[in-house]
Every structure is written in structure tokens, then in C-alpha cells.
């Protein structure tokens, strides 16, 4: 039996491929499963340093695997609303940058692994969609990750409307971090993960936090533990070395040769 998610290492790059084109990448309590391990190997793997999610085919991800949940009403609840949500939390919460490569379009639930990710680069040949309404369900789990990404009316034109709306209206909303040519999709997001091969591995899992968590914090009581962190950061051994190296004019130790410059 072939897998439904690939993995691949390489230049510090963890990369994971959804391959189930024949269902368009649904997501199946298989390629949930798969997803999943696939996702804590990249995070566990120490030569890891970005992880990368992709997919095979014209579509991205077409959302929940209806015919699976049609044909096992008893399983619906149970295995698929336990690993999704399992899957997303583990994608925003991963401490390595994730870059979402959209080889095309993406529906209902698959909006959840976009928005979820860190960066999201797609062709401007991709469509978008929250279906769910019009299947006479709700976009639940994956408003999690998605309203936190989308302005309040923007997510009220598309979540209640379920209208399809192409990849320059995703990046101008918040959806996607770039739309680009189709040609220009894998040196946007080689560009991408050379950039964050260049931060120090603590430094950035450290902003994403921050970038989540500063803006709910009180001013006051938000500058005083930034302050603390700083001094933290400053007198780290990653961020002592980083000093030292823009002091020496040399790359710090963390930076592969491939990505200095």
C-alpha cells in the first residue's frame, strides 16, 4: 500500500506531500493519520529546520472526505474530528517555520492547513472556497486558525457566503502570504525558506510567538516581559553567537552553506 503524505529532507528542509489526487486530497482519516506522523517526524527530525506542506496533482486540499464520512456514518464523529483538530494545532504550534506550497486550489477544511501554516504561497491560478455552508454545515474547526487570519468582514463575505474567490483576493484578505505566476511557485518559496534559514532556530520560534501572543498582552505589562526576553535573547549562546558573528562579518554557526549571502 503506497502512503498518502511523502516526506522528504533535504538542506535542512522537511518537506511533506499530500498524495491522493484520485479523491483530490481529502482529508481522509488515512492521510490524517499519515499527516499527523508526518508532521512530528519533521518537528522531531533535528536536521529539520522549515518544514514545507505541498501536494501532488491540480488541487491542494478539497476538505473533509465527504464520501468517507457518507459511508461510515459511526466513524465520522470519532477518528476525523479527533485528528484534525490534532493535525492544525500541530502545524501553529510547531516551533520550525511552515511554508504551505498550494500547487492549486483549496476547499472547506483545506483552507485550515493554509491558514494554520506560517506562510502560504499559491499560484494565481488557484481558487478558494469555505464551502461548508453550503453543505448545510459549519466551518467549525477550521475558524480556529481562519478567523485569526482574516479581517472580520472579509471572513463574513466568504465563510457565510461559500463564494469561490481566486488567489489574488486571498492574499489581499490574509489567506496567502504571496499569489504568484505559476512559474514563479517553487522560487517563491525556495526564496522563502532561505530567508528563514538564516534566523537562529530559537530566535524564531520565539517570534512566532510573539507575533500570536504580543498583541493580546496589556501595554504595560506587555513592555515589561518583552524587556525581560530581550535581555534573555542577548545574553543566550544563540544570541551571543549570532553578535559575534555580525561583529566577525561571517555567517553564524546555524546558517547552512547554501543559504549565505
Sequence with gaps: MTGLVHRDLAGGIATLTLDSPPNRNALSVRL?????????????EPESRVIVLTATGHVFCSGADIKEQRTSPTQQGAPVTASFPGVLELIWESPKPVICRLNGTARAGGLGLVASCDFAIAPLTASFAFTEVRLGVAPAMISVPVLRRLSSRAAAEYLLTGEVFDAARAAEIGLLSAAVPPEELDETVARYAEMLMKGGPEALAITKRLVREVPAMPFSAGLQRMTELSAERFTSDE??????????KRPPKWVPPSSEG
Design 239 to 248: 544570541g551571543q553567537e549570532g553578535i559575534a558573528a555580525y561583529m566577525e
Design 32 to 44: 490524517l493519520g499519515e499527516l499527523s506522523d508526518g508532521l512530528r517526524w519533521a518537528l522531531d
